[in-house]
DNA sequence: TGTTATTTTGTGTACGTGCACAAAAAAAAT
DNA sequence: ATTTTTTTTGTGCACGTACACAAAATAACA
């Protein structure tokens, strides 16, 4: 049973302090000035009584307008960020009424100089928070220092940059969640079977911070196992155009070790491997990737890949915004680092996965 | 970059369709009387330009008062309801300010009429819904006849009745989630181990309708890959002091099959027969169960348990009060039927799936 | 003590919507 | 044409809070 609370409001307050509404106001929000002696009435009165003051109404009365700008890679129809965007633009529609603007801005994923510039344009339209994947390091912690000196709050989404002073970030523990993955794929290997692990990259990019730290914990599993002699590890180079090449790569892998079972990779992409081992007639490999993309929920739905590890990407951006939220207009309190779940998805839940979108 | 919108009000509607204010609000609602000419001015109007009334003023205006009342068992300390409890006080408070009041009500889950009785008193408390996990189905049918006849609107979490007029549900597809307890086992065993089914029961009371679909997934993947021969059932009667002989059938199965391996069972006490195979020293047994209870927690961080499956039941709890909010205040359209996903959890991705209450 | 400067407090309006009731317009009856 | 009845419309207040500004109380000074 439920007790009848939440009925307390300034004006019972001001009248069991014997003071005005405007003085429990300015106690309560510490503008303007009062007395020491009313300033005592009111504290003693909220200490007895718990209010909590009717958020609707607050931010029906305020007048405060926020802008967050959001910034992110830029991307194609199905890609990991499309996701990103979509927890933004969820965001922007519930806090529409509590006066938060959401902005959004990309930059070139595969260029730093583009980072910086949209990061420096985004001061002239006046941003109360700004809202962040930071790509690039370097580049990310100068920023985050001009935002600091600025006072513009800032926080982190997808992966973190420490020892700069944000406000929350969301996002995986990506070596974890490399170690998990390997611990999926043996586990579901007859002993003694062989993986291929992709390593995939760019010419000069390196690989993402997320990416590389899915591989640190899969190696670490790998080590803490002893399975070594059961890794070949193989480069490929993601380009348009460069399939022809990598199947040759990969047909060689398997060529010289005939034991191998299975494959990962690390980026987001894992269909594009599905692809080539259809190609070249390995559908029997069991493949292992990350996030729920449409093209890789197709590829585990017709069985040519095992396992997706996925991190609720839309959370990540919508709950990052709603703390920015809570934490400027009600001055909430909130957590710094919020690692999101490590969800496993196989061809048997990924649909309820899909579906459930809370 | 967005667009500035939402800024059109009721006020802003009045002017452009040359009517009041209180006209645009009969026309909105569809209450008193309008004239036909102003009603197809204001219509015109709405379809021009997309209103979204402002949910915040329309809650802090609206004096209408709504009362739901939660019926689910009664639970220990511990036990898989407190967390549904837990999403419907989050709930609670989330949606004090929209003047909806949540009351629980606990019924016994082993006594039909200990339900009966709960769902008869509800009627003196005038709810405006009614938010319940359905253990006991034919009882349910009668309550729910009773509620559509009265017009109470009600909802269902954790499980379903069918061909009855409930507003919303929100639980896991059971059966799916056996059929993955079974793939998760049988993949990460060695071929040709077995597996001991364990049937737990209640004298008297049948299992309920969640362990049986549970059991039925699971079979339906032995079936379906042919393991029959891979499974051995065991039933074993949970009651207060029969450990002893739980453990004595348990020691018998180990003996008449050594080649047992693991081991499974489909109600939220698993840890229970971690602590017996402990006791009998089986700890390399792998053992697969349901629900995030704490004690389950503890069994699988000692690794005496190697999966759970979870099934999010403070979101079930917290959505289906959400819903009936949405449906009630604000006339929204809600789903019907909520799966919720099945959550695949093991000793590396258990803690961050605890720590993110999203 | 009276006047002015300063501090402190109280009051009023706005936010967008719901809802009750009065006012106005139209229709019906005389 | 006037009154009465009915239909339709417009207005005003309330919800709980924020915030600006006026009013009151106090302090400072002559």
């Known amino acids: 049973m439920e007790k009848a609370k939440g009925k307390i409001r300034i004006k019972d307050i001001a009248r069991m302090a014997g003071v005005s ?14 007395s020491e002696k ?20 607050r931010s029906l009365a305020s007048k405060k307008k926020y802008r967050f700008i959001c910034l992110f890679p830029a991307y194609n129809k199905g890609e990991y960020w499309e996701s990103i965007e979509k927890g933004f633009r ?31 344009a985004v001061f002239v339209y006046n941003p109360d928070a700004i809202i ?8 990310t912690i100068l920023f985050a220092r001009e935002l600091t000196e600025k006072k513009i709050p800032f926080s982190f989404i997808d992966s973190m940059v420490e020892n700069v002073e944000f406000t929350s970030y969301y996002g995986q523990h990506s070596l974890q969640s490399g170690y998990i993955a390997g611990k999926l794929l043996f586990n579901s290997l007859p002993k003694e079977s062989k993986i291929l692990v992709l390593h995939t ?11 590389e730290n899915r591989k640190k914990g899969f190696l670490q599993y790998i080590e ?24 040759r790569l990969i047909r060689n892998a398997f060529i010289q070790h005939p034991d191998i079972r299975a494959a990962i990779t690390f980026n987001s992409k894992v269909h594009r491997l599905a692809k080539y081992f259809k190609n070249l007639s390995h559908s029997d490999i069991k493949l292992i990737g990350y996030d729920v993309l449409e093209e890789n929920v197709k590829c585990m739905k017709e069985g040519f890949v ?46 309820y996965y899909l ?3 809370e």
């Not at 059961?230 to 990598?246: A, K, P, R, V, Y």
């Open 201 to 211: 990259y760019r010419k000069g990019g390196s690989g993402s911070i997320q990416t």
């Open 132 to 139: 962040m994947a930071p790509v690039f390091r370097q580049e």
């Open 21 to 34: 509404e405007g003085t429990v106001d300015r106690v309560l929000h510490q503008r303007g000035v009062v």
């Open 38 to 57: 009313s300033r005592k009435a009111v504290k003693k009165v909220l200490e007895e009584i718990d209010y909590t003051p009717n958020l609707l109404a």
């Open 355 to 357: 579906n459930f979108n």
């Open 90 to 120: 969820q965001a922007s529609e519930e806090f529409n009424n509590y006066k938060v603007e959401v902005m959004i801005e990309y930059f070139d994923q595969f260029d730093s100089s583009s980072f910086l510039a949209t990061a420096k």
């Open 306 to 351: 095992s396992f997706l590890i996925a991190q609720r990407p839309e959370k990540q951006a919508y709950c990052a915004v709603r703390d920015m939220s809570f934490h400027l207009i009600f001055d909430k309190e909130v957590n710094k680092i919020n690692y999101v779940p490590i969800d496993i998805l196989m061809k048997e839940n990924i649909d």
């Open 224 to 247: 803490e196992n002893n399975l070594k002699n059961f890794c070949e590890i193989l480069s490929i180079e993601i380009i348009e155009g460069n399939d022809e090449e990598n199947m």
